[in-house]
Every structure is written in C-alpha cells, then in structure tokens.
C-alpha cells in the first residue's frame, strides 16, 4: 500500500509538457461556444404545426423560433393542460451553468500554468461532474414540467416527460429533442481532455520528463554519501 500510494505521489507530481498543456488550452477555447450557441434543441411537430415549434435552450436563456413566437405558441398549449410557463426565469441552471463554465475555463488556464499531473486530473474529474450534474438537471427538469401539471387545467392529461434525447410522440405531437451545438462543443472538451491525460501519462511512462520539471520531488533531493 506504501509503495502503490508513493508511486501515486509521483506520478500526480510529475509536470507534463507542451502537448498536454496545449490540448487544455484548445479546451478552454471549446468552453467558448456555450456562451454562444444553444445547448439543446428541442422541436415539436403537429398536424396545426407543419413547420414546427422550436425551442433553444442556452446556458443563459431560453429561446425559440420565429423571433421567439415559438415559445409563447408553446406556453398558450402548456397553458391548456396545466403545465407551468416556461421563461428563463424559471430556470435556475441559466444562473449558475454561465458561472460554473466561466470557472472551468480559469481552472483549466491554471492547470496550464502549473503544468502538473495533479492539475490535469483535478480539472477533467470536476469537468466531468459538471457534465453529469448539468444533464441530470436537464432531464429532472424536463420530468418535473411534464408530471407536475394542474389537476384543474382545461384538459386533463397523464404526466409525461419530453425526450431527453431522440423522438417521442406525445399525444398528437411528435418531439425531438438533440444537442445544439454548444454541447457538441462541451463533449470535445471531455475528449481533448482525455487526450492531454494520455499524452501525459505516455510521456511519463516513456520516461519523458519537460525540460526544468523533475519528475517528482525525490528526483531533485541531493544523493547521498
């Protein structure tokens, strides 16, 4: 257990070189497009709607098509079978998604700066908490609009929950839901992520030190006579 927690110790400790750090820093700039681009959209189709009713959720706000008629057609049929209205105010994750990203990015500079083992491997773990935590917020939000309807709406319907991803009929509408481009963007920083490890780990592996970086804090310790 010693000798697996010391070898742990060192490798955690070893600074990796330029390719790693440039990979995180093509990460940082892949964070850019969610302050940009939709994370989601969502498209529901009807015999009165041939062209569809679209939905953009941003990390921000909530948008639709037509200069945003969509959503105001939306929350009329919502309106109906008792559903709340949807606006970005009642979204709490469009207060902390913005924040939590713009965080990421400085931790990410800062691991770039370090240059270390531990900082790379600190980065993706909370990178990939926030991944996990954002979507099953996603998905609890889209369950507790479709189940948390008003027993005395017009029209009375079973709970339900919009797709979290693909199509599902839901009575005479036929939804699909995708990510926008903005996600894609934020499942390529998990995958350059994940190549800046494994760059790392070869290069240290291999034996590969960066030029002014010991290996590990025993490498520089003065040997013994």
Same mark, same amino acid.
Request: proline content about 6%; glycine content about 8%.
């Given at each position: 257990?010693?000798?697996?927690?010391?070898?742990? !110790?060192?490798?955690?400790?070893?600074?990796?070189?330029?390719?790693?750090? #440039?990979?995180?820093?093509?990460?940082?700039?892949?964070?850019?497009?969610?302050?940009?681009?939709?994370?989601? /959209?969502?498209?529901?189709?009807?015999? &009165?709607?041939? $062209?569809?009713?679209?939905?953009?959720?941003?990390?921000?706000?909530?948008?639709?098509? /037509?200069?945003?008629?969509?959503?105001? $057609?939306? /929350?009329?049929?919502?309106? =109906?079978?008792?559903?709340?209205?949807? !606006?970005?105010? *009642? @979204?709490?994750?469009?207060?902390?998604?913005?924040?939590?990203?713009?965080?990421?990015?400085?931790?990410?500079?800062?691991?770039?700066?370090?240059?270390?083992?531990?900082?790379?491997?600190?980065?993706?773990?909370?990178?990939?908490? @926030?991944?996990?935590?954002?979507?099953? *917020?996603?998905?609890?939000?889209?369950? !507790?609009?479709?189940?948390?309807?008003?027993?005395? +709406?017009?029209? !009375?319907?079973?709970?339900?929950?919009?797709?979290?991803?693909?199509?599902?009929?839901?009575? /005479?509408? $036929?939804? =699909?839901?995708?990510?926008?481009?903005? *996600?894609?963007?934020?499942? +390529?920083?998990?995958?350059?992520?994940? #190549? #800046?490890? @494994?760059? #790392?780990?070869? &290069?240290?592996?291999?034996?590969?030190? %960066?030029?002014?970086?010991?290996?590990?804090?025993?490498?520089?310790? %003065?040997?013994?006579?």
């Amino acid at each position: 257990m010693r000798a697996w927690i010391e070898h742990s !110790t060192r490798f955690l400790d070893t600074g990796v070189d330029i390719g790693p750090r #440039a990979l995180v820093l093509l990460a940082v700039l892949l964070l850019i497009p969610a302050y940009i681009f939709p994370l989601w /959209n969502l498209t529901m189709f009807a015999p &009165q709607y041939p $062209e569809g009713l679209r939905l953009d959720i941003y990390s921000y706000k909530l948008s639709g098509g /037509n200069g945003g008629l969509d959503v105001r $057609e939306v /929350n009329v049929l919502n309106h =109906y079978i008792g559903m709340r209205e949807l !606006t970005t105010e *009642s @979204f709490t994750e469009f207060k902390w998604i913005p924040f939590v990203v713009g965080a990421l990015g400085l931790l990410f500079l800062r691991s770039v700066f370090h240059g270390t083992m531990a900082g790379l491997v600190d980065v993706t773990v909370m990178y990939v908490y @926030f991944a996990l935590f954002s979507l099953w *917020s996603f998905g609890f939000k889209l369950y !507790t609009y479709g189940h948390d309807l008003d027993p005395k +709406a017009a029209v !009375t319907v079973d709970g339900f929950m919009p797709p979290l991803f693909g199509y599902k009929k839901i009575a /005479n509408f $036929e939804v =699909y839901s995708y990510p926008g481009l903005a *996600s894609y963007a934020m499942g +390529a920083v998990f995958v350059v992520l994940l #190549a #800046a490890m @494994f760059l #790392a780990w070869r &290069q240290y592996s291999h034996g590969a030190t %960066p030029a002014g970086v010991n290996r590990s804090p025993a490498a520089s310790a %003065p040997a013994r006579t």
